[in-house]
C-alpha cells in the first residue's frame, strides 16, 4: 500500500491534499486529492498536515484520489480511532478552523459579513431580519452586543 504525508487538509471543506513519497514508482511526489469520506477511522475523520498516511491510488480525469486512506503513527501503526478532543479544539493543524456536525459532515464556515464591527459572532437568531422594520442585520446585531457590555 502506497505511502504520503498530508500536504494540507480544509476540515470546514473536508477534503485536502496527500502527497506520496517518492519511493512510490508510479506516483513519486504526486500530490492526490483526499476527501474526508475516503478516511478510514472512527469518529471524527479528519487529517493533519504533515501527518504520515497509508492510501490507495485511483485515478480520475484531474489526476489521482486518494482512496482507503488509513493514518499512521511515527512507527507505522494505524491510527483507528481520531482524538476527538484535538480535532474539535481547534488545534488540528489545517489551513483553516474546524466546523462540523455531529454526522461528522462539513458545515459552512462564518463569513466575515456575519460579524459584528467588534469582530463577535451574530447568533442565528441575530441573523435574521426583520423586512417590516427595514433594519439591516449589522445594526441589529450591534445593539445586541453593545447591550450585553
Do not use: C
Not at 459572532?121 to 422594520?133: F, L, M, N, R
Amino acid at each position: 500500500m502506497p505511502q504520503g504525508k498530508v500536504k494540507w487538509f480544509n476540515n470546514a471543506k473536508g477534503y485536502g491534499f496527500i502527497i506520496a513519497d517518492e519511493d512510490n514508482s508510479d506516483l513519486a511526489n504526486e500530490d492526490l486529492f483526499a476527501h474526508f469520506s475516503a478516511i478510514k477511522m472512527e469518529g471524527y475523520r479528519t487529517l493533519k498536515a504533515g501527518q504520515r498516511v497509508l492510501f490507495q491510488a485511483q485515478p480520475s480525469g484531474k489526476g489521482f484520489h486518494a482512496v482507503d486512506i488509513v493514518p499512521i503513527d511515527e512507527s507505522g501503526n494505524p491510527i483507528v480511532h481520531s482524538d476527538q478532543s484535538q480535532s474539535r479544539s481547534g488545534e488540528v493543524a489545517s489551513t483553516e478552523s474546524s466546523a462540523t456536525g455531529d454526522s461528522g459532515k462539513p458545515l459552512k464556515q462564518q463569513s466575515p459579513d456575519d460579524t459584528t464591527a467588534d469582530g463577535h459572532g451574530i447568533a442565528s437568531e441575530e441573523k435574521k431580519s426583520d423586512p417590516t422594520k427595514g433594519e439591516d442585520r449589522t445594526r441589529q446585531a450591534s445593539r445586541a452586543v453593545g447591550a450585553d457590555s
